[in-house]
């Protein structure tokens, strides 16, 4: 069927559970990958036989030269991170030209985006949320107050002046008034993205078009998502969220393409969990077991730097995500960061206020009162490093991902082992899938 030969792919939690290299190794199963979210505020790190990429705005699959890569209309798209990205792409051997497209309906970000949210992130007495301050949530405030440029604008030099020279007159207004900040120069912004966009042309394209012709051909198509979950700006942990859709139903308005040509959700979650940035995190471990999940698992923002909190599987949270996404696949990554706990604890449910509840609140106020309820493990305390059979996994590791499976009401179809591209396993039933 048509349909089961695409996928969503993206994060189960709050980012940063291992998307990029899932995607790089499934996309030798596609013929095109689409990001439909965020902006270059999401680090996918990818290592190939010990060389590293760092993706921040191109899509994973453009790492395998018979896999084009789209940058879907949900995106906001900074031209200067564009080109410098594809600049260490091409430099790096890696052929993009005639397989990287940008969707002609993507927001563009603007100096004046990344100038505004600096302001108000470190503005006195604001509640900083983590952002990176790369200007993604202004540019996605001007899509929704329908006063933002697009791709297909960018192109056009006219009107680039023209709003350009509007959007400086109010922002550099806004900006001084609000946080004293200095003026930009709207004549030199001008001529710095007429540039841009003169080497941003060949890559643009109507990409709902090309999706929807893809997969009416019969290619696979892989959406990709950005962020995870609960980052996701209606269903995540408001107000500590991203400015886009970074649930699967993102893959729908973010590309252009409609949800019955989808075929499946493949959610992608550590054996713990991460949370980089500020927050809620009930199952967060601040003493000796949660530093030790950092070191092993070198837990470190792939864009920013930051380190990550670090905490145990949250069940609850994870039902939670499997059911907004409509997840019908699991890949568990960084099994092996776990090779030396004794014993693992997992929260399988929660008390608030007392009471004993499956349900996620959604207030802040109700997340701060959680109480986990954990269930304890044994550990393997045996190394699961590059195995890449699941038999061969130590049997308490086998007893940890049927436990998971069980719980969260999806199935296992992947588990990675360590960084590298080869250091993964997939389950039978799942591959059978993947290649129907």
């Not at 349909?3 to 013929?31: C, H, M, P, T």
């Not at 993604?136 to 929704?144: F, S, T």
């Not at 009471?355 to 997340?367: E, L």
Request: net charge neutral; with cysteine; hydrophobic share 40%.
């Amino acid at each position: 069927m048509t349909q089961r030969k695409s996928a969503v792919i993206l994060g189960a939690q709050w980012g940063d559970e291992g998307k990029g290299k899932i995607v790089d190794v499934l996309s030798e199963k596609f013929n095109v990958v689409a990001r439909y979210a965020g902006g270059h505020n999401a680090g996918h790190t990818v290592i190939i036989k010990g060389r590293k990429f760092v993706l921040q705005l191109i899509p994973c699959g453009v790492l395998r030269p018979e896999c084009k890569g789209i940058i879907g209309n949900g995106v906001v798209l900074d031209p200067m991170a564009f080109l410098s990205e594809v600049k260490k792409l091409k430099d790096a051997g890696l052929p993009v030209d005639g397989q990287l497209f940008v969707s002609n309906r993507a927001q563009v970000i603007l100096p004046y985006h990344r100038m505004i949210e600096l302001a108000a992130e470190n503005a006195p007495g604001r509640t900083k949320i983590g952002t990176t301050s790369r200007g993604i949530g202004p540019a996605y405030e001007d899509k929704m107050h329908r006063s933002g440029l697009r791709v297909v604008d960018l192109l056009n030099s006219a009107l680039l002046r023209t709003h350009i020279e509007n959007a400086c007159h109010e922002k550099n207004a806004i900006a001084h008034a609000l946080f004293g900040t200095e003026p930009l120069d709207p004549k030199q912004m001008y001529e710095e993205y007429a540039r841009a966009a003169e080497q941003l042309a060949p890559f643009v394209a109507d990409t709902a078009v090309m999706l929807n012709d893809a997969i009416n051909n019969g290619d696979k198509v892989m959406f990709e998502g950005a962020q995870g979950a609960l980052l996701d700006i209606d269903h995540g942990t408001y107000p500590f969220v991203t400015s886009s859709s970074a649930t699967a139903g993102g893959a729908v308005t973010g590309t252009g393409v409609g949800p019955t040509k989808i075929g499946t959700v493949i959610g992608v979650t550590k054996a713990y969990v991460t949370r980089v940035g500020e927050g809620p995190f009930p199952t967060e471990d601040h003493g000796v077991m949660g530093e030790l999940l950092a070191k092993r698992g070198n837990e470190f923002g792939a864009v920013t730097g930051r380190p990550r909190r670090c905490g145990w599987l949250d069940l609850p949270l994870l039902r939670y995500s499997n059911m907004i996404n409509g997840t019908e696949w699991l890949v568990v990554t960084k099994m092996d960061v776990m090779d030396e706990c004794a014993e693992i604890p997992v929260c399988v449910g929660y008390k608030v206020n007392g009471k004993v509840t499956d349900t996620i609140p959604a207030d802040m106020p109700g997340f701060h009162s959680i109480q986990p309820v954990y269930t304890t493990l044994k550990g393997w305390n045996c190394s699961t490093a590059g195995i890449t059979e699941f038999d061969k996994l130590p049997k308490l590791a086998q007893e940890y991902l049927h436990f998971l499976e069980k719980e969260s009401g999806a199935k296992i179809g992947m588990v990675s082992t360590g960084p590298d591209r080869d250091h993964t396993m997939t389950l039978p039933e799942f591959e059978s899938t993947l290649n129907a």
